[in-house]
């Protein structure tokens, strides 16, 4: 009798085991029972994500976040829901996610195959490319011209990767200078610690025309990746969806026009890419 009890314990405990701990709270969940949802946000990735003059969180991003966070107060019939800002890096964004210290990621992340396996990710939020930023008069004609030269870029991120990937394939022959920020990558431009910046291509403008300090830089012609940025969340298929849902309903009305024309007017009209993604992510009900 008592090998049975014991047996029979043994598989109930194996049971629980088995249970995912997502099965027995959802994120929506905690969020209505907490009434507070966790948003990520970057410090300095202009436009996309980082902190204003009145010191709050400002961007690109940020702003689909907030209507995400409005929208989601309403599904879940919290009218005062408290949406906090945590601060996140492109080292501790991964982390913090995983930690529950964050719900949602409100930055310029890159949705790749890898990173899926852990975390989800929304519907498409903005399409780039990684590039080099030269002090002005100093950008190569050609890639073999880029031999030597010394690279800043932010550790962490896709373009690190991918200019490691080119390294280590021969392709490259540069000496990478990794560091912890943007604001990092284009103070050593600036100071010609690096001869080159590397980062996505409307990042290294937005930087360099707001953090650059009045010095004139140039944009190389070659890119060296594909960008697709999406906001990075826990997995749990039903928070997924009501992120999408916002998303797909401001790309399908049109009402993220005004929202683009505020973070990037500045630089010219958006491209063809971009007008097809969110043509193509404007999913219908």
Known sequence: MLKRTLLLAGVAASLALAVPVSASESVLAKIKQSGTLKLGYRENSIPFSFIGDDKQPRGYSVDLCRIVAD???????????????????AQTRFTALKSGEIDLECGN??????????????????????????????????VEALKGQRVAVVSGTTTEKTLNELIRAGKLDILLIKVADHDAAINALTNKTATAYAADRTVLITTALIRGKGQPFALAEMQFSYEPYALMMRRDDDFRLAVDRTLARLYRSGE????????FEPFGKPGDALQAMFLLNGLPE
């Open 71 to 89: 929208d989601i107060g309403k599904q879940l019939n919290v009218p005062k829901l408290d949406v906090r800002w945590v601060p996140v890096t």
């Open 109 to 142: 992340t890159t949705q790749t195959l890898s990173r899926r396996a852990d975390f989800d990710f929304s519907l498409m939020t903005f399409v780039d490319g990684a590039g080099l930023l030269f002090r002005e008069g100093e950008t190569p004609t050609s």
């Open 256 to 263: 993220i026009g005004p929202i683009v024309k505020r973070w």
